[in-house]
């Protein structure tokens, strides 16, 4: 099965408000992790990674959080705009693996 | 900077064809990787590719799919004999070298009618 799953499939958020995607993950052996964002007919857009020994790393608007001790993994978008509508991914991948684990999404939708 | 480029965009192919997807990767990439994404759920690892070397298949079906990436030109994901579970975007990924971000192409639509 996956080891990489959400918690939630849909978010809705108010458009200038804080939007928080949460991720949950059971391989241990996992050491980085990435947000991808997809929009509807195009291919994942890399958003931010972080590796396992760091637990917060920061991008424009973004932010993800690394907690290990229960394998949870969240993406935070500040002040959520129309443009941040898409379903986005987390993704991990183990160390010496070349393959990235995609969990199924969480589709974000902003209200007006 | 042009980014991974695919195509065709879209394809149909009727059952029992062939299916010819083609993946150019970023500039200064020598890693390629293809993923298989059926609607409303995550990408799904097929196979992982350097120059003229196949690195990792453990994603790909054990009939009818096959991929290369040859010293010149683009890396092929061929179906033979394709079915209508094999229906989904594929999509490309090209990364500079093991363990990097990976950089997604635009991927191709395949309907099999």
């Known amino acids: 099965g996956e080891s990489v799953g959400l918690h939630l499939p849909t978010l809705s958020v108010q458009e200038g408000d804080n939007s928080i995607i949460n991720c949950a993950y059971s391989n241990s052996a996992s050491d980085y992790f990435i947000w991808y964002k997809q929009e509807s007919g195009k291919g994942p857009q890399f958003i931010i990674d972080i590796r396992s020994n760091m637990d917060k790393r920061q991008g424009q608007r973004v932010t993800v959080l690394l907690n290990k001790t229960v394998k949870h993994l969240s993406l935070q978008i500040a002040a959520t705009q129309p443009g941040d509508s898409a379903v986005y991914f987390c993704a991990e991948n183990m160390r010496g693996d070349d393959k990235i684990i995609f969990g199924k999404g969480t589709r974000l939708h902003i209200l007006p | 900077n042009a980014g991974v480029m695919q195509n065709p965009r879209h394809l149909v192919r009727r059952r029992g064809q062939e299916a010819r997807l083609r993946c150019s990767p970023m500039k200064g990439h020598s890693h390629v990787y293809w993923y298989r994404q059926l609607p409303e759920e995550g990408l799904k690892f097929m196979v992982y590719l350097q120059k003229e070397n196949i690195i990792d298949e453990s994603g790909m079906p054990k009939e009818r799919f096959s991929a290369e990436f040859p010293k010149e030109g683009p890396s092929i994901l061929r179906i033979q004999q394709v079915v209508r579970g094999d229906s989904a975007a594929y999509f490309c990924?090209?990364?500079?070298?093991?363990?990097?971000?990976?950089?997604f192409g635009p991927g191709t639509r395949l309907t099999v009618l």
């Open positions: 990924a090209s990364s500079p070298r093991t363990g990097d971000t990976q950089y």
